[in-house]
């Protein structure tokens, strides 16, 4: 930490003011096996490059291969910080710098100390972590990024494989008591289950009573070199404790509603808002210490976007940027839509958490439980409407799909 505090003043020395990445309950990734649309297309995703080959009569990403990371830069390029969507533009060079500079700085002051840890574990579910402390560690980076959070008294984790499915349902049905049939009904299915045709590879959360938060992770058996350096870094128990923390406010206001055929429900922030919130905690948190990576890992979607045939045009972002999608489209996590918003909720995400820092990520929740609107929730922590902020939301989202971050 004593490092990255160095860093973080080095920085700031540079410039004149520093201050600058993707699974709703299943992990959204790229994804060997998964459908592509051009013959050697590539994508590098979370440290691993695909490639879309041939397979029968069908094209698929290949099985991802890591990607070398060059050394961290000590010295980033000087940049300006953006301070509102006035500026947004003229500084958009220092928008992932600004991201990812306040977060860590916001680790780094933040004394919050982490509740509890209790864990249940299936008798063959293996963890592709090193230790409690280090999970603990992980966690505890996810708390202090949001040192403003409502925390849980307790946190209750339960790990399963598929075939120890059942195992997982009776402890969590043991463990939680009332609290699994309110986890069913909130979320419209059980907390443990699996994803994946023949493995697993999911995650839930859940605030019962007493504000314990608990976190099912579904551990796969066979996974993929990327899938295991995702559960060894332990993403998915970052994405599912910064879930429990969007629940808190929920839980406090007694304004739970229930998700109805993939739409969310109407107090709840768009889907991409979501998403894309979860997946820029655990990118962050995974690369607090390097810049560079962070950047490189944040900046290689645009591969992923094109064999989705979404091409950044005027007119498919001007689509899907309009406020008419509240409440419909954007609240839509099913199928092709719900990988459309992790895209858009990365890149609208980083530049969202450049202007205001991470807590902005929580905020939109805290405002919604409480019966405020989308839309009155943006006016009140950017101070103007989304409407206005649009044309330059446009402007930058396709500066970074054509240059990177």
């Given at each position: 930490m004593k490092q990255i505090s160095k860093k973080i003043t080095l920085f700031l020395l540079c410039l004149s003011l520093f201050t600058s990445i993707l699974s709703v309950p299943a992990f959204a990734v790229v994804k060997a096996g998964e459908s592509c649309s051009k013959l050697n297309l590539t994508s590098t995703f979370n440290g691993f490059k695909y490639t879309c080959v041939k397979s029968g009569k069908k094209l698929v990403w290949s099985k991802g291969v890591k990607v070398s990371t060059p050394a961290p830069n000590p010295s980033p390029t000087p940049t300006l910080t953006p301070k509102n969507f006035s500026d947004l533009w003229e500084n958009r060079s220092g928008i992932a710098l600004a991201a990812w500079t306040k977060s860590t700085e916001a680790m780094i002051n933040s004394k919050v100390t982490l509740p509890p840890v209790e864990i249940y574990r299936g008798a063959s579910t293996p963890l592709y972590y090193s230790s409690t402390e280090?999970?603990?560690?992980?966690?505890?980076?996810?708390?202090?990024?949001?040192?403003?959070?409502?925390?849980?008294?307790?946190?209750?984790?339960?790990?399963?494989?598929?075939?120890?499915?059942?195992?997982?349902?009776?402890?969590?049905?043991?463990?939680?008591?009332?609290?699994?049939?309110?986890?069913?009904?909130?979320?419209?299915?059980?907390?443990?289950?699996?994803?994946?045709?023949?493995?697993?590879?999911?995650?839930?959360?859940?605030?019962?009573?007493?504000?314990?938060?608990?976190?099912?992770?579904?551990?796969?058996?066979?996974?993929?070199?990327?899938?295991?350096?995702?559960?060894?870094?332990m993403q998915g128990e970052m994405v599912e404790f910064y879930h429990s923390l969007q629940e808190m406010y929920y839980k406090k206001n007694n304004s739970y509603q229930k998700n109805v055929d993939g739409i969310a429900a109407p107090n709840k922030p768009p889907h991409w808002l979501s998403v894309g919130?979860?997946?820029?905690?655990?990118?962050?948190?995974?690369?607090?210490?390097?810049?560079?990576?962070?950047?490189?890992?944040?900046?290689?979607?645009?591969?992923?976007?094109?064999?989705?045939?979404?091409?950044?045009?005027?007119?498919?972002?001007?689509?899907?940027?309009?406020?008419?999608?509240?409440?419909?489209?954007?609240?839509?996590?099913?199928?092709?839509?719900?990988?459309?918003?992790?895209?858009?909720?990365?890149?609208l995400m980083i530049i969202l958490v450049a202007l205001k820092g991470p807590n902005v990520m929580l905020e939109f929740h805290k405002q919604m439980s409480a019966g405020t609107g989308f839309e009155e929730a943006f006016k009140n922590i950017f101070g103007t409407t989304w409407s206005s902020a649009q044309p330059e939301l446009k402007r930058v989202l396709q500066y970074e799909y054509k240059n990177g971050y």
């Open positions: 280090t999970l603990k560690g992980a966690l505890t980076k996810v708390a202090r990024m949001y040192p403003d959070a409502i925390l849980p008294t307790k946190i209750v984790i339960f790990y399963y494989t598929r075939p120890e499915m059942p195992w997982g349902e009776a402890k969590a049905k043991e463990v939680m008591g009332a609290d699994y049939q309110k986890a069913f009904d909130a979320h419209g299915g059980p907390m443990i289950k699996c994803n994946l045709q023949d493995d697993c590879d999911d995650g839930d959360a859940f605030v019962g009573e007493n504000d314990i938060s608990y976190i099912a992770i579904g551990v796969p058996l066979n996974p993929t070199d990327q899938v295991k350096a995702h559960s060894a870094s919130g979860e997946n820029l905690t655990s990118q962050l948190i995974t690369n607090d210490n390097n810049f560079v990576e962070f950047k490189n890992n944040a900046g290689g979607i645009s591969g992923w976007a094109a064999s989705l045939g979404y091409d950044f045009s005027d007119a498919s972002l001007d689509q899907y940027l309009s406020i008419s999608n509240l409440g419909n489209y954007w609240s839509n996590n099913r199928a092709a839509k719900g990988k459309i918003d992790v895209i858009m909720g990365q890149y």
